[in-house]
């Protein structure tokens, strides 16, 4: 069993940066590494998504320019930078990771490992 591990979350104001980390216990062979958010009272929803082996990453609207997404592949660790974050951005952050399906989606079906989250919160 494959657990991710996520970190870097906390409060912060309007305007700062946060840097998430996602370890995974083991080593996988993953196609792709998410980020997914899930706000109080909404569903889970797709971030930022990066496919392992060459790279390529994709953003949802509302965080693109504001979010990096990335990966030491070495260390086996998913990064989510982001920053000039907004409190609509305040949300529980997911880790996740596709072993299945050789392709990177926004949908959570897409991902069969995942992290237990880490809460982000920004004020005004």
């Known amino acids: 069993q494959v657990d991710l591990v996520e970190s870097g979350g906390g409060s912060v104001q309007a305007g700062g940066s946060l840097k998430l980390s996602c370890a995974a216990s083991t080593y996988m062979h993953r196609y792709c590494m998410a980020w997914f958010r899930q706000a109080p009272g909404k569903e889970r929803e797709g971030v930022a998504n990066i496919l392992a082996g060459d790279g390529s990453t994709t953003y949802t609207d509302s965080v693109k320019g504001r979010f990096t997404i990335s990966q030491d592949n070495a260390k086996n660790i998913l990064y989510l930078q982001m920053d000039n974050l907004k409190p609509e951005d305040t949300a529980i952050y997911y880790c996740?990771?596709?072993?299945?399906?050789?392709?990177?989606?926004?949908?959570?079906?897409?991902?069969?490992?995942w992290g237990q989250g880490t809460q982000v919160s920004v004020s005004y």
């Open positions: 996740a990771a596709s072993t299945v399906r050789p392709y990177c989606s926004m949908s959570r079906v897409t991902y069969n490992h």
